[in-house]
């Protein structure tokens, strides 16, 4: 029977969640231990500790808090597994995990451990993507939006963003292989989901050694919001300004400092180098 250690951020609901989930775990004989985070740097150091004991790990929170914990448990052997409890829930959405506690449960009982690919950002892990651009912009509005929740804090966010954003010129290399390109945004995905449920490379897989490298091009405003919308169903990669481009390493570089976001942070601007980290992270999905 696995010995679980949830490291929990109790700031995003992380308890709520995962109170009915650690009853049934404990009910079929599983050990599971809580710790809370005070803040993502204290997040990783707990993971580090759980694996140490040779415990699963549990990241308890959102997209910020599994991409913490997944990175500190990268290339260690450690087997990770994600309970959804935040505003995006984006990279637990890619694994297909469900949001109930019964059904969770039985994959953190059951499930046989799988390799993840991981993505480092400027030597940085990173598992779900990298995202430099209006979007950057957006997420950060989201993250500061106060009574806002879900995606359509990332709707109004992206809105805020338009308002002031203006195309940057990037040059956009892939492994060695030079693009240049006038943009809103670059995204280096490992997976498919950002922004609470947008769908910007429907393509992209956790487990074949690439990143797909979406590449939304300067259009008209009004062509913009069209592209937003299709964002939801994937749809958006179809537009003749949208290419999508394939690699192991790529380095974002643009004409002025552009903010970019990782896993739901916003914290750096470019330039940012990306690159693959194949079977990285074990993982329970």
């Known amino acids: 029977m696995r010995s679980f250690t949830a490291v929990v951020n109790p700031s995003a609901g992380g308890t709520a969640s995962l109170l009915p989930l ?9 050990q599971v231990e809580t710790v809370y985070s005070r ?8 993971a580090g500790a759980a694996a140490a004991k040779g415990d699963v790990v549990l990241a308890v929170g959102g997209d910020g808090m599994a991409g913490c914990v997944g990175g500190a448990l990268a290339g260690t052997g450690a087997v990770f597994g994600i309970v959804p409890a935040g505003r995006g829930n984006d990279f637990a959405r890619q694994l297909g995990l469900p949001a109930g506690p019964g059904a969770l449960a039985k994959i953190l009982l059951e499930a046989e451990p799988r390799p993840i690919d991981v993505i480092e950002a400027n030597g940085v892990p990173v598992l ?3 995202y430099a651009g209006i979007d950057a912009v957006a997420n950060h509005n989201a993250n500061h939006a106060r009574l806002l929740r879900g995606s359509i ?29 006038l943009a ?3 995204v280096a995905a490992n997976s498919g989901f950002y922004g ?3 769908h910007v490379a429907p393509d992209a897989r956790v487990d074949d050694g690439l990143l797909d490298i979406v590449i939304v091009g300067h259009a008209p405003r009004l062509a913009f919001f069209k592209i937003m919308r299709e964002l939801a169903d994937g749809s958006h990669v179809h537009r003749p300004q949208v290419e999508v481009l394939r690699g192991r390493e790529v380095l974002i570089e643009t004409d002025r400092p552009v903010p970019y976001g990782t896993d739901g942070e916003v914290d750096h601007t470019t330039p940012v180098t990306v690159r693959v980290l194949p079977a990285a992270l074990t993982t329970l999905y």
Do not use: F, M, N
């Not at 650690?22 to 599983?30: F, K, N, P, V």
């Not at 803040?39 to 707990?46: K, N």
């Not at 956009?172 to 240049?180: A, K, M, N, P, R």
């Open 153 to 181: 804090s990332y709707q109004v966010g992206a809105l805020k963003a338009i308002t002031t954003w203006r195309p940057a010129a990037y040059r956009i290399t892939v492994d060695g292989t030079l693009h240049e390109r």
């Open 39 to 46: 803040d993502l740097a204290h997040a990783g150091e707990l």
């Open 184 to 186: 809103y945004t670059v």
């Open 128 to 130: 779900g993507s990298v």
């Open 22 to 30: 650690a009853r049934l775990l404990r009910e079929a004989g599983a």
């Open 196 to 198: 609470s449920g947008l």
